[in-house]
């Protein structure tokens, strides 16, 4: 029989058989898990069991996983519709052959350099003031990854300590008040705008550039304004032409290249500069556990090691789910609070990765990518996880830490206590009979009991170093590539964000010249300029 009907049949069994009783074989159990530098990944919660995964293996060397994996690496071009290479990997790679890697080496050492001297001193404003402000305007891929590592080693204690003083800001949105909400309280003078797009043309990010340049030049009035610009805004793009004609020189421009993707751009400049401006050399060791996983992912991509490769197992396990056991939906539960902006990081890296309509080739496809959200534990048991426990079925991912940034060991405890009971109690549920043991009432029963056999898995880290939080970075990266490779789709275009932004251009028109006349949209529009 061909693989994928044997998968189906075996997807129709496990369906079968609740997680209970899959979590009752206590050595499948230990079969369930794999470890790199002390990173636990669970998968026993997961509705597999040998023979599953013995299946998905077998799928992932008939579908040419491994080689797939490879032709990534060696720079291949498997961005087929814009003929890109994808080597994201080469940016926090230590040593490599390839051509480019020099020039990524020689841009990540001016960028410490720049970062350094701003952060000495020896770069100041205009004004001789120091730049204690880092603003950096960008959005989608050229926000969301640098703000959750910024967030998430805000109270690691090393770049708690490098930042003190200091100010890290975004600004995503052309929301007139998020510049309000990312200028307050700043003062110009101390304040070095870093502007981040790969193809600086994007409308949101060139708007919030120009007020900012314009917030700069009209505070700091004590010198021409090309001066100003000079000495306090910087760049960050693969589009040299327009850093030009923008005014920014060359020497305050930190390029990438086009096969780096926005949305795995967050080891290229994109995230170098804030986050070395802000938290100094540290982010070396950021880079090296990216750079860690980058290595596990490829030197584990083969028939004998497959299990011990983590992200791969992420990937395929995800694929598993939505394709097979039809959970449509995702959640991304970090048990801490430093990664508060995680999850909107993912929802972009796969979402805009895999939430495709056909395959490399054109064929039309019909599931891929899930719908993935998420929010840190425990706020989250405080808000969805009602619709998870007795609503509808979400594939779970829930990260953890040993030890805490805080040396309070009590709370750390408690928040852990829940990491650990909430996927028991989404696989294990609760019975009506142990309800009726418990005395519930009768009428009470089937609001109170949990059919459980919802699926997870957990990965269990030491603690959120710096290296840690590349590692969980490159862990998510690689296993939306797995998704992706399994599908066969192309992971690393986004055509589906064109319509809405060219609509928007034309509706920007039809606002100036206020004329709606059988505009789709004319109930909405002629309110909006009635009240506005
Ligand atoms: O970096 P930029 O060129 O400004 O692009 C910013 C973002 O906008 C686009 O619309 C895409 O949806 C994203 O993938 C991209 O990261």
Redesign the pocket.
């Known amino acids: 029989m061909e693989i994928l009907a044997r998968l189906q049949n075996q997807a129709n069994q496990i369906k079968q058989i609740h997680l209970r009783d899959l979590l009752s074989q206590r050595e499948r159990n230990q079969v369930c898990t794999a470890n790199f530098e002390n990173i636990l990944f669970d998968y026993s919660h997961s509705k597999v069991c040998q023979t599953t995964l013995d299946l998905l293996g077998e799928y992932a060397i008939s579908t040419g996983l491994f080689d797939k994996i490879r032709a990534m690496y060696e720079g291949q071009h498997i961005n087929t519709t814009e003929n890109r290479a994808v080597l994201h990997v080469l940016l926090r790679a230590q040593e490599s052959q390839h051509p480019q890697f020099p020039e990524v080496l020689q841009i990540r050492e001016r960028i410490k350099d720049f970062a350094g001297k701003v952060r000495n001193g020896e770069i100041l404003g205009v004004t001789g003031k120091p730049l204690f402000n880092i603003l950096c305007i960008?959005?989608?891929?050229?926000?969301?990854g640098p703000e959750f590592v910024a967030e998430a080693l805000k109270t690691e204690p090393n770049c708690m300590r490098e930042s003190i003083g200091r100010n890290l800001r975004f600004l995503a949105n052309v929301d007139p008040v998020d510049f309000l909400r990312a200028t307050h309280e700043l003062d110009p003078e101390e304040t070095l705008v870093v502007i981040?797009?790969?193809?600086?043309?994007?409308a949101?990010?060139m708007m919030n550039a120009r007020k900012a340049t314009a917030w700069l030049t009209s505070h700091i009035t004590s010198h021409p304004s090309e001066k100003v610009i000079e000495h306090h805004v910087c760049a960050v793009?693969?589009?040299l032409q327009k850093t030009k004609e923008f005014g920014i020189q060359d020497e305050r421009v930190f390029g990438f290249w086009d096969w780096v993707?926005?949305?795995y751009?967050v080891t290229s400049a994109?995230g170098l500069v804030p986050l070395y401006l802000h938290y100094g050399p540290q982010i070396d060791l950021f880079l090296q556990g990216a750079n860690s996983i980058d290595r596990l992912f490829l030197e584990k991509a083969n028939l004998n090691q497959w299990k011990e490769n983590i992200p791969l197992l992420m990937g395929l396990l995800g694929w598993w789910n939505t394709q097979f056991l039809e959970y449509s939906s995702r959640a991304v539960l970090p048990y801490s609070q430093a990664l508060v902006r995680f999850a909107a990081h993912i929802q972009?890296l796969d979402m805009?990765s895999n939430g495709k309509q056909c395959k490399k080739d054109g064929t039309p496809v019909e599931v891929s990518g899930p719908i993935v959200f998420g929010e840190p534990g425990t706020n989250g048991q405080h808000s969805f996880y009602q619709l998870m426990h007795q609503g509808r079925i979400v594939q779970s991912e829930f990260i953890g830490f040993c030890q805490s940034h805080s040396s309070d060991s009590e709370a750390h405890n408690e928040l852990m206590s829940n990491f650990f009971a909430q996927p028991d109690a989404l696989a294990l549920g609760k019975t009506t009979e142990e309800l009726r043991k418990e005395n519930c009432p009768d009428a009470l029963v089937p609001h109170k009991m949990f059919k459980g056999d919802r699926p997870s898995f957990s990965l269990l880290f030491p603690a959120l170093t710096v290296n840690a939080c590349g590692q969980l970075l490159a862990l998510y990266e690689h296993r939306v590539a797995v998704e992706g490779f399994l599908w066969d789709l192309n992971s690393f275009d986004?055509f589906g964000?064109?319509l809405g932004?060219t609509l928007a251009t034309k509706v920007k028109q039809a606002i100036a010249s206020e004329t709606f006349e059988g505009h789709p949209s004319e109930n909405l529009l002629l309110h909006y300029i009635n009240h506005r």
């Open positions: 960008g959005i989608g891929g050229s926000y969301l981040i797009s790969k193809t600086f043309t994007t949101e990010t793009s693969s589009n993707g926005g949305r751009s994109v972009q805009e986004q964000v064109e932004k």
